[in-house]
Nanobody, 127 residues
Framework: QVQVVESGGGLVQAGGSLRLSCTVS????????MGWFRQSPGKEREGVSC????????YYADSVKGRFTISRDNAKNTLYLQMNSLKPEDTAMYYC????????????????????WGQGTQVTVSS
């Protein structure tokens, strides 16, 4: 049984930083590209970032480029999202997702590209 568990969310002031973690079990972690998504109340879930199985390829939404960094530690079966210079508009539930197939620049942000999802961790940025 695959389990995806996010952690690290919380309340932070604008301009601050948080690091999210996602631990995965039940699959061969280093075979799977991984993604981060987020969803704010009343909005659709959106892709934030994606990383290839090796970590050699990464993608970011335009809204977070230059502020967020995705990384992974395959020895620890863990995915990370370092979030700097946070803005109130970054407030959302953040989800970690996994899928076996390789991701392309024109598809990585689609929810349908991922089969395994966590329950999410809340990030709230105050102004």
């Amino acid at each position: 049984q695959v389990q995806v568990v996010e952690s690290g969310g919380g309340l932070v002031q604008a301009g601050g930083s948080l690091r999210l973690s996602c631990t995965v079990s039940g699959l061969t972690f280093d075979d799977y590209p991984m993604g981060w998504f987020r969803q704010s109340p009343g909005k659709e879930r959106e892709g934030v970032s994606c990383i290839s199985w090796s970590g050699g390829t990464t993608y970011y939404a335009d809204s977070v480029k230059g502020r967020f960094t995705i990384s992974r530690d395959n020895a620890k079966n863990t995915l990370y999202l370092q979030m700097n210079s946070l803005k109130p508009e970054d407030t959302a539930m953040y989800y970690c997702a996994a899928d076996w197939g390789p991701k392309r620049a024109d598809t990585w942000y689609r929810e349908s590209e991922y089969n395994y999802w966590g329950q999410g961790t809340q990030v709230t940025v105050s102004s």
